[in-house]
């Protein structure tokens, strides 16, 4: 069924609490438990070198004099403000060396398991979002994991420890003042960044929302650039995406104008509180309570502490920041699995090889509570027998398919295969025993081969070659410059509707399954290419269980059993012959097809 029957596009996307975000992300770090030791010793030595320099550089200056300065600084001295400098690099470097591999493997664990959950994920869920908003949402989600992890322990945290280290430099060697009006600035500072930057944060995040809808609505118009074109409307399709990227250009202006905002009153701040200390520091060395190297450490302590400071507002907002999106990330990775395996769901195949009987059982079956599809369908497959399903567009013939293929669970009834619940199997087991080739064929970007042995990644030549001849795709390739090798394209549309579907009835029998279900498969095929083919179904179908749902009746005259569904339900069963011989809607839908053929 088309997206319609699902939830409305713009679903919300998930999320979940900054604090939860956290506590998700701690156990992918705890199993990096002595890096991060090994890094934070590493950092705290830095600190405690960067903190050294310019008491070296004090005892450097009260040393000098101006007639015999180089003899009254001993080598000593110069030798350890080098070394001291050295330190600050080389321990610096050697905690990015021992914690790189913690973030990298920490990003990558994430994204991996976010994306295997995606997987999981109902066909439900995945209709009613846009595929280019989840992109972005992991996009940004490990970015931000990335980013939360740098900003905290390689800025926020070794600012805390020089701020400690400096404060109790200064409270044990000069008066209460330094200490108090370091700290006053500081705490003012923070009170004042975080206030702007929280007031701020709503623009920032109406930006990304419009970047993404921006994002999506781009993707959306260029995966459909044929239809885009068949109706001439790139310049419709410029302007809905222009309209989108104003919204965005507004909120991003007033991101911007916000932010320069936040950096002017960071600097008054810093300005008056570098001020007050250094007039402090002057006003010793005047009354001979300080020396000058005593006013060189003040400085240098004071640049090095308020340099930091000045990053203060972007680092909060991108911790802010990064926790949102971390949170968005963590919140897809806890959508609920409308479709799971049970826990104590069996292996179909496992104790015998699937011979493929399938039984529907009063199944009922709506994707609304308000729009029922299915209503009370009723039918058995023996295995190895041919079955199809007829009726008008709308009937939920494609719904059958899905519902045995568990994309979606039975609002009521039951679906068996080889006697038993499909949702007592596991899905994974369940779906290699099926073969699907849909109306619309989707093929990755990528090679003819790769399409083709998606079937059976592990398939060998013989076997591709195979199927490559029961699906008449032979002749195509031995004329292709490349092959086996050619490009697809963007959802394979550099191959026609009948090259797609021959590809995708070879990947189908390249799988090798024990039930297989033709949904419209030979719709874009010419008729003499259809007749092929449908010899080839025969010829593959002979020991398997085959559902065949189709619109063109010429092509299931030979089926054992044909099923004629209309508004959910099965009106008329019976072979091809008995069918004609009732006068009922079969007999109606054949004789108009004939007719339109003639």
Known sequence: ??????????????????????????????????????????????????????????????????????????????????????????????????????????????????????????????????????????????????????????????????????????????????????????????????????????????????????NSKAIDSLINYETVKYFGNERFEADRYDKSLQKWERAAVRSQTSLSLLNLGQSLFIAAGASLVMWRAIDGVITGKMTVGDLVLVNAF??????????????????????????????????????????????????????????????????EPDRIILQGVDFHVPAGQTFAVVGPSGGGKSTLARLLFRFYDVTSGVIRVDGKDVRDYTQSSLRAAIGIVPQDTVLFNDTLEFNLRYGFTKATDEQLNAVIRAARLDQFIEKLPQGLQTPVGERGLKLSGGEKQRVAIARALLKNPAILVFDEATSALDSESEKAIQAEIRAVSTDRTTLIIAHRLSTIVDADCILVMDAGRIVERGTHGELLAAQGLYARLWAIQAENAG
């Open 302 to 367: 004071l640049i090095q502490l308020y340099a930091p400071l000045n990053f203060l507002g972007v680092i909060y907002r991108e911790i802010r920041q990064s926790f949102t999106d971390m949170a968005r990330m963590f919140g897809l990775m806890n959508e609920h699995q409308e479709v799971a395996d049970r826990s104590n769901a069996s292996v179909l195949g496992a104790a015998a090889p699937v011979a493929g009987e399938v039984v529907f059982e009063n199944v009922r079956f709506a994707y």
């Open 1 to 214: 069924m088309r997206s319609a029957e699902a939830a409305p596009a713009n679903a919300p996307a998930p999320t979940i609490s900054r604090a939860n975000a956290a506590a998700l992300l701690l156990p992918y770090l705890s199993q990096h438990k002595a890096r991060i030791a090994v890094a934070l010793t590493c950092l705290l030595m830095a600190k405690v070198a960067n903190v050294s320099v310019p008491i070296v550089l004090k005892w450097v200056v009260d040393r000098m004099s101006v007639e015999k300065a180089m003899l009254a600084v001993p080598i000593a001295l110069l030798v350890a403000y080098g070394l001291a400098r050295l330190s600050v690099t080389l321990f610096t470097e050697l905690r990015e060396f021992f914690f790189a591999k913690v973030t990298q493997r920490t990003v990558r664990r994430i994204a991996l398991e976010t994306f295997e959950h995606l997987h999981r994920l109902s066909l439900r869920f995945h209709l009613a979002r846009q595929t280019g908003g989840l992109t972005r949402d992991i996009e940004r989600g490990t970015r931000g994991i990335s980013s939360l992890i740098s900003y905290l322990l390689f800025s926020i945290l070794p600012t805390l420890i020089e701020l400690a280290l400096v404060a109790s430099i200064l409270a044990w060697n000069y008066d209460w003042t330094f200490v108090t009006i370091t700290l006053v600035t500081l705490v003012g500072y923070i009170i004042y960044t975080i206030s702007v930057t929280e007031w701020r944060t709503a623009f920032r995040k109406e930006m990304n929302e419009l970047d993404s809808k921006a």
